[in-house]
């Protein structure tokens, strides 16, 4: 049964860090695309960042030079550093695999094949 637990969340001020971590259990983990979308409330959910099995990262427009995306395949835990926080990232942030990315990385995209998902965590950043 595949499980992705996310942590990290919380309130911060604008400005700010955080570190989001996802521990999955998922056979063959490394093999798999993993990625983190958002989701603020009355909006859609957007893909954030992205990071294939071979190590590849792809980054929202929103979040380049901001945020981080990495993986540890040996703890099977998928991370999330988030700096320089703004106002609209708040949202529920939700850690999520796919066998392989999604180009563009869009909700409608990455849910066009199996894909599994976290419970989600709240980050929310202050002005």
């Known amino acids: 049964q595949v499980q992705l637990v996310e942590s990290g969340g919380g309130s911060v001020q604008a400005g700010g860090s955080l570190i989001l971590s996802c521990a999955a259990s998922?056979?063959?983990?490394?093999?798999?695309?993993m990625a983190w979308f958002r989701q603020a409330p009355g909006k859609e959910r957007e893909g954030v960042a992205q990071?294939?099995?071979?190590?590849?990262?792809s980054y929202a427009e929103y979040v380049k030079g901001r945020f981080t995306i990495s993986k540890d395949n040996a703890k099977n835990t998928l991370y999330l550093q988030m700096n320089s926080l703004k106002p609209e990232d708040t949202a529920m942030y939700y850690c999520?695999?796919?066998?392989?990315?999604?180009?563009?990385?869009?909700?409608?995209?990455?849910?066009?094949?199996?894909?599994?998902w976290g419970q989600g965590t709240q980050v929310t950043v202050s002005s």
């Open positions: 998922l056979y063959a983990y490394s093999s798999y695309c």
């Open positions: 990071i294939a099995s071979d190590g590849t990262t």
């Open positions: 999520t695999a796919r066998r392989y990315c999604s180009v563009p990385l869009t909700y409608l995209y990455w849910t066009s094949a199996t894909n599994y």
